[in-house]
């Protein structure tokens, strides 16, 4: 998605929007929902919606279907029933994905036209609620990224903020209660037709299949008044401006207001970066506001951390107070953790488990080195070369093993195939400068 291009049209309304709620802070958009079935605005959510792939929802239909019956007409049918308003939401496909540690997320599939739809909804609704987002929020926005949360983070520990409330919400995306988002969402769209489509989607069915098969099909987002789908296009802009609330409320507050503390929020994911002595007040203050909110802090897994002689993970990195192996010096910074770490080495050895060593080896270093780039792309900041190196000695040990497994070879990997041949001769990604032998596990 962030190599495709936004057509001239799209990007001059967004912009328009973006700097009318820019300039006029207190105005409220009354014209907007006409927008959503322009020809160019649907055509570029469909493009976005494509480019992020994904399974199809209840009714079964693919983007090669669409691509089949034809785009221009599925698209202009769509805008039809946008158009008379004949347009109905239908049921979100619920799957659950593992997560670390055994646990299941649920992830809300919506069909395709759903997903256009709500696309198009982002295009518009977007540019204007970024007006208003605070600079500590991080998350699904253009022009920001985690790396600026972690940056954010080690800036504030180094500013001397190093008591750290490690906060975890308890099931953000299902518990946001829909009126007073929609009232958050009113505050700046008054036009009716957009914000009743916005209800219709918080209150779609729910259809889940269990292990025998059997389908059930239930409205309990919609007879709770809670939750949005984690998994559709909305739901980031929405999970993102009803946190603007809690960080409104915070700064608002004396009681949180007089502590000085710094928020760093990526989508659900908090700390709270206080001066020494403070952390505490802070947490009391944080469970008070999240009750308000009717949100509620997960009290097993959110803690205290004194950062100058303990550690806290944070969108895959572990901050905590280091030591220069050239100077000996202390300072506080960041590197990968080590569950990032594990989890892509599980990876890697997936992806040279000895049922694959059908692939042709070209096809097989192409995918490790995919994952790799993906893996460094992202673990690119703080202090990164003991990782690296865990990473890289744990990729060149299977792939000899996988290697000699494909060739039958019984020999010394590392004289069958040594760093010239995996690196100069079959192309894989190099993460260090130099050779590493250093068991992953240790690093």
Same mark, same amino acid.
């Given at each position: 998605m962030g190599n495709l291009l936004t057509p001239d049209s799209v990007g001059k309304l967004r912009a328009a929007l973006h700097a009318k709620a820019k300039a006029e802070p207190e105005t409220r958009f009354h014209a907007l929902y006409d927008k959503l079935y322009r020809s160019d605005v649907l055509m570029h959510a469909y493009e976005r919606c494509r480019s992020n792939k994904g399974a199809p929802g209840v009714d079964g239909q693919t983007f090669a279907d669409v691509q089949a019956y034809?785009?221009?007409?599925?698209?202009?049918?769509?805008?039809?029933?946008?158009?008379?308003?004949?347009?109905?939401?239908?049921?979100?496909?619920?799957?659950?994905?593992?997560?670390?540690?055994?646990?299941?997320?649920?992830?809300?599939?919506?069909?395709?036209?759903?997903?256009?739809?709500?696309?198009?909804?982002?295009?518009?609704?977007?540019?204007?609620?970024?007006?208003?987002?605070?600079?500590?929020?991080?998350?699904?926005?253009?022009?920001?990224?985690?790396?600026?949360?972690?940056?954010?983070?080690?800036?504030?520990?180094?500013?001397?903020?190093?008591?750290?409330?490690?906060?975890?919400?308890?099931?953000?995306?299902?518990t946001i209660p829909h009126s007073p988002l929609l009232r958050s969402v009113a505050r700046r769209v008054v036009d009716r037709r957009m914000l009743s489509l916005i209800k219709r989607w918080l209150d779609c069915a729910v259809e889940e299949t269990d292990g025998r098969g059997r389908t059930t099909r239930t409205r309990v987002n919609r007879d709770t008044g809670r939750g949005i789908p984690q998994g559709s296009p909305l739901s980031p802009l929405l999970a993102n401006l009803y946190m603007r609330r809690f960080i409104l409320g915070w700064q608002r507050w004396e009681a949180s207001r007089r502590l000085g503390a710094r928020l760093v929020t990526y989508a659900d994911d908090l700390v709270i970066l206080c001066r020494p002595g403070t952390a505490g007040s802070a947490l009391a203050c944080l469970r008070v506001l999240m009750t308000k909110l009717g949100l509620s802090v997960n009290e097993t897994k959110?803690?205290?951390?004194?950062?100058?002689?303990?550690?806290?993970?944070?969108?895959?990195?572990?901050?905590?107070?280091?030591?220069?192996?050239?100077?000996?010096?202390?300072?506080?910074?960041?590197?990968?953790?080590? #569950?990032?770490? #594990?989890?892509?080495?599980?990876?890697?050895?997936?992806?040279?488990?000895?049922?694959?060593?059908?692939?042709?080896?070209?096809?097989?270093?192409?995918q490790i080195n995919r994952t790799i780039r993906g893996w460094r792309n992202y673990f690119s900041v703080g202090t990164t070369s003991g990782a690296y190196r865990a990473v890289e000695a744990y990729c060149t040990q299977r792939l000899r093993r996988w290697l000699l497994k494909k060739h039958k070879l019984r020999r010394n990997g590392r004289l069958a195939y040594p760093y010239e041949y995996l690196f100069d001769t079959l192309g894989l990604e190099r993460l260090t400068r130099g050779r590493s032998n250093r068991p992953w596990a240790t690093a």
């Open positions: 034809g785009v221009q007409k599925w698209l202009g049918e769509l805008a039809q029933k946008l158009r008379k308003e004949t347009y109905e939401p239908k049921p979100i496909r619920r799957v659950n994905i593992p997560k670390p540690g055994g646990k299941l997320r649920p992830l809300g599939i919506s069909c395709l036209d759903d997903r256009v739809c709500m696309m198009a909804a982002v295009l518009i609704l977007e540019p204007i609620f970024e007006a208003d987002l605070p600079p500590e929020q991080y998350g699904y926005r253009s022009g920001i990224s985690a790396h600026d949360a972690l940056e954010s983070v080690t800036q504030g520990l180094r500013d001397g903020y190093v008591e750290v409330v490690d906060a975890d919400l308890a099931s953000y995306f299902d959110t803690r205290l951390c004194e950062v100058w002689h303990e550690q806290f993970d944070f969108l895959g990195y572990t901050f905590g107070r280091y030591f220069s192996w050239r100077t000996g010096g202390a300072y506080y910074g960041a590197r990968p953790s080590k #569950k990032s770490v #594990k989890r892509v080495v599980e990876r890697l050895r997936e992806l040279t488990d000895r049922r694959t060593v059908w692939q042709d080896v070209g096809e097989a270093v192409g």
